[in-house]
């Protein structure tokens, strides 16, 4: 029929990681404590530069912690954030949700706890999230 459009069903996703925050026991701090000092250790081996480690909690429902860190380089930041996905699943936190890993500007990896942010420095500085998040706070943000 001309001018009808017919919908089609969604292909299912594959391979998306599932947990959200509010999948973990409110009371079970460890586990995104350990999750946590992983990331800080991966970005530390891969010479992350500038880690900053916000917490999130009570100011967001988006995740308890973003981690923030710069690369030298668009190889560099392409293989920090490849370091860390591989440290993640081979500890078993999942598969998580990356953004921006082939153009290796700005990498973006949610693994629903903690959100890590992987600039080159040029645009980290023009974004600047770090102090988005940290107005008002004068120590929630851990430099590393």
């Known amino acids: 029929m001309k001018g009808t459009t017919t919908l089609r069903p969604a292909a299912e996703a594959k391979d998306v990681f599932t947990t959200t925050p509010s999948d973990a026991p409110a009371t079970d701090i460890s586990v995104g404590r350990n999750a946590l000092d992983l990331v800080m250790t991966s970005l530390e081996d891969s010479k992350g530069e500038q880690i900053v480690s916000i917490d999130m ?3 967001s429902a988006l995740a308890d912690h973003m981690v923030i860190v710069s690369g030298r380089s668009h190889r560099h930041v392409t293989a920090v954030a490849d370091h860390l996905l591989r440290d993640l699943k081979e500890h ?3 598969m998580a949700k ?3 890993l082939a ?8 693994t629903g706890d903690i959100i890590v942010h992987v600039f080159r420095p040029e645009v980290r500085s023009f974004y600047n999230i770090e102090k988005m998040w940290s107005v008002g706070d004068s120590g929630d943000a851990t430099v590393h």
């Not at 153009?103 to 949610?110: A, K, P, R």
């Open 98 to 100: 990356v953004e921006g």
């Open 103 to 110: 153009n290796g500007d700005w990498v973006l990896i949610d």
């Open 57 to 59: 909690r009570g100011k």
């Open 92 to 94: 078993g936190f999942g």
